[in-house]
């Protein structure tokens, strides 16, 4: 089962929630698990059928890696021939604001959190 917030796209510009880490805002908003629940669900690149608004973020050996750096979590909101949409909070946004940012797809070069092809739906 994914995990959807319809009303995401409305997120930009309000203010962190929870410990302001990514993770912290697709459990306040969708009623995510603990992130040792999540499972890997379908690719994000090339599903044209992914709703705004669901959950989605970067996995691992099929898990969520809960790592400082390299992981990450945010609401799906479309997606470019380059790279998808998303609304995201993590710390080092300037002014602790939700805020919606392009990951271009890099075919697994660099940080996953960076990385439009590393992202996966949220189970």
């Known amino acids: 089962m994914a995990y959807r917030y319809e009303q995401a796209a409305k997120l930009e510009g309000k203010e962190w929630v929870g410990s302001h ?6 459990q306040h908003y969708a009623g995510l698990p603990t992130t040792m629940h999540w499972k890997m669900g379908s690719g994000v690149r090339g599903n044209m059928t992914l709703p705004a608004g669901t959950a989605i973020a ?10 400082r750096t ?12 380059f790279g998808i949409w ?3 909070q993590f710390r080092r946004v300037p002014k602790g604001l939700i805020r919606k940012r392009f990951i271009a797809f890099r075919g697994g070069k660099g940080s996953p ?11």
Do not use: M
């Open 21 to 26: 880490e990514c993770v912290a805002l697709v």
């Open 58 to 67: 970067t996995f691992k050996e099929r898990r969520y890696q809960n790592r």
């Open 70 to 81: 390299g992981n990450h979590a945010a609401f799906y909101l479309g997606q470019e021939q």
């Open 86 to 88: 998303v609304i995201e």
């Open 113 to 123: 959190s960076d990385d439009g092809d590393a992202y996966a739906v949220i189970e």
